[in-house]
C-alpha cells in the first residue's frame, strides 16, 4: 500500500477513534449539539445504544489499526479492503436512515480509499 493509502487508512481509523469517544462518551452533550433534529429528551434515552454504536466504531478502527502490523501485502490489502467495506455499507445505511451527512463523513473517504486500493 502506498503513502496516501496509508494515510487514508489512519485517517479513518483516527476518525472512527472519535465516533467512539462521541457515542460513548459524549452522546449526552455534545451529542444534542450535532444531531439537532433529535429531540434532545431523546439522548438520555439513547445513551447505552450509542454506546454500543460508538464500540462498534472502535472495532473498525482497530481492524483498520491492524493493518499496519500486517507484514504480507496481500492479507494487509484484504483486511483493509474489508473493514473499509464494512464502514462504506455502515456509512451509506446511516446516510439514508439517519442522516445524508454520514455518507461524507463516513461512506465517502472509505469509497476514495477502496478505489486507490483496487485501481493502483
Known amino acids: ?9 489512519g485517517f479513518i481509523a483516527l476518525l472512527h477513534c472519535y465516533i467512539l469517544w462521541f457515542e460513548m462518551f459524549a452522546w449526552t ?4 449539539k450535532v ?10 434515552k439513547t445513551k447505552t445504544m450509542a454506546a454500543n454504536q460508538g464500540l462498534y466504531n472502535g472495532f473498525l478502527a482497530a481492524g483498520l489499526f491492524w493493518t499496519f502490523f500486517i507484514e504480507n ?3 494487509k490489502e484484504n483486511v483493509a479492503l474489508f473493514m473499509l467495506g464494512c464502514i462504506a455499507v ?14 461524507f463523513v463516513q461512506a465517502f473517504p472509505a469509497l476514495i480509499t477502496i478505489s ?3 485501481w493502483f
Open 29 to 32: 452533550t455534545r451529542g444534542r
Open 1 to 9: 500500500m502506498t503513502i496516501v493509502t496509508n494515510s487514508l487508512i
Open 35 to 44: 444531531f439537532k433534529k433529535i429531540p434532545k429528551e431523546l439522548f438520555e
Open 90 to 103: 455502515a456509512g451509506i445505511f446511516g446516510a439514508f436512515t439517519a442522516d445524508k451527512k454520514i455518507f
Open 73 to 75: 501485502a496481500a492479507w
Open 116 to 118: 486507490l486500493l483496487i
